[in-house]
């Protein structure tokens, strides 16, 4: 049976996480069936409660670093399974390499079993603490090895490589997308990432934690926008990397500043020390997305950690924070 007889079956490892369950309900609205294989280290299956009486959609508790089954035909593979901040890999070194290397090794062997579309959510990490700015798809990247962030950055590095081996010798058909900093509700209250962490002590009144002098740059994206980036991706016959992000960068004091503007908070902000290797700029180059995809952000800033800041508020109003 050919994908135009029924419907089209989506497989998203890491369903069940921030941006897997954002990408979860986006594929649903398509018309597809979505499997979700998660083993929840840092998924959460509050993300997906509202889905799992759906026919249309399948939760499987499963660690992809293990041999993957799913049953019937499979169109295309998600590959969004990882830890995927700096204090989560910091304490998950080992889960983070092995979801990287040898889950991408599994998600790449069932697209090849299945005759499967295949994406690898890759990072601007690739990039490590960059001296190329803004960051290109071209620019091969300054990153540690050694250093605590490294088994982020190489697993992803390796996931890359594994990728292009599968379509180069196995002729699969896969994408890359290096994500950016990306923002929005269901983020981890206590992930550690700016965002969850500015808001969170924001809304409490909380000092507010700048890690070094707050000099250092990023550049933030809502997660509606990467996501629709990603689907066209999927869509596309294009099988190099594109990064997918909002160019518009600031640095982290001024952030902080402005979600404290947002939240209407008291906060004092203060300083703590600078995590290792954190990198210095980060700002997506985003001319291959544009030309490629047709693809550009369009949610503003403001309105993005609006929307944040009231999911962060609901968790609190119900006790849940
Ligand atoms: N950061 C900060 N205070 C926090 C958390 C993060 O100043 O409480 C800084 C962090 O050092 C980095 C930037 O915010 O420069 C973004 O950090 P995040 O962990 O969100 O992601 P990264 O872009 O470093 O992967």
Redesign the pocket.
């Known amino acids: 049976m050919n994908t135009s007889e029924r419907r089209p079956v989506t497989v998203i490892t890491g369903g069940s996480g921030f941006l897997g369950s954002h990408l979860t309900e986006k594929m649903l609205g398509l018309g597809h069936k979505v499997v979700v294989l998660d083993n929840l280290v840092t998924g959460n299956l509050d993300n997906i409660a509202h889905l799992r009486s759906r026919t249309d959609f399948e939760f499987i508790h499963h660690d992809v670093s293990q041999y993957i089954d799913v049953t019937g035909p499979v169109d295309f593979i998600f590959h969004f399974a990882s830890p995927a ?3 989560d890999y910091l304490e998950l070194p080992i889960q983070t390499l092995k979801v990287g290397a040898l889950g991408t090794h599994r998600a790449l062997g069932l697209a090849r079993a299945k005759g499967a579309k295949f994406l690898l959510a890759s990072t ?2 690739c990039y490590g603490d960059p001296l190329e700015h803004p960051q290109k798809e071209t620019y091969w990247g300054n990153v540690n090895p050694i250093g605590p ?1 490294g088994v982020y950055d190489e697993a992803k590095r390796f996931a890359e490589a594994m990728t292009m081996a599968y379509h180069r010798y196995h002729k699969l058909d896969t994408k890359i997308v290096r994500i950016f ?1 990306t923002y929005g509700p269901r983020m981890r209250p206590f992930d ?4 969850p ?2 808001i969170c ?1 924001a809304l409490k009144n909380e000092p ?5 002098d ?1 000099k ?1 740059t ?1 550049s933030f994206c809502y997660c509606s926008d990467l996501l629709e980036g990603i689907v066209r991706l999927m869509m596309s016959d294009f099988h190099e990397p594109v990064n997918i992000g909002n160019p518009s960068e600031m640095t ?1 004091l001024d ?2 500043v402005k979600i404290r503007e947002l939240c209407g908070s008291k906060s004092e902000i203060i300083h ?1 020390p ?2 290792v290797d ?2 210095k700029i ?1 700002q997506p180059d985003i001319t291959r997305a544009k030309e490629i995809l047709g693809w550009k952000p369009v949610m503003n800033l403001d309105e993005g950690l609006k929307l944040t800041i009231a999911y962060f508020r609901s968790l609190i109003t119900s006790g849940k924070l």
């Not at 550690?192 to 965002?195: A, D, F």
């Not at 507010?208 to 070094?212: A, H, K, P």
């Open positions: 901040s700096p204090i601007s990490e962030r900093n550690g990432r700016v965002v962490a500015f002590q507010m934690t700048v890690f070094g707050g250092q990023r982290v952030f902080a703590k600078l995590p954190d990198p980060r």
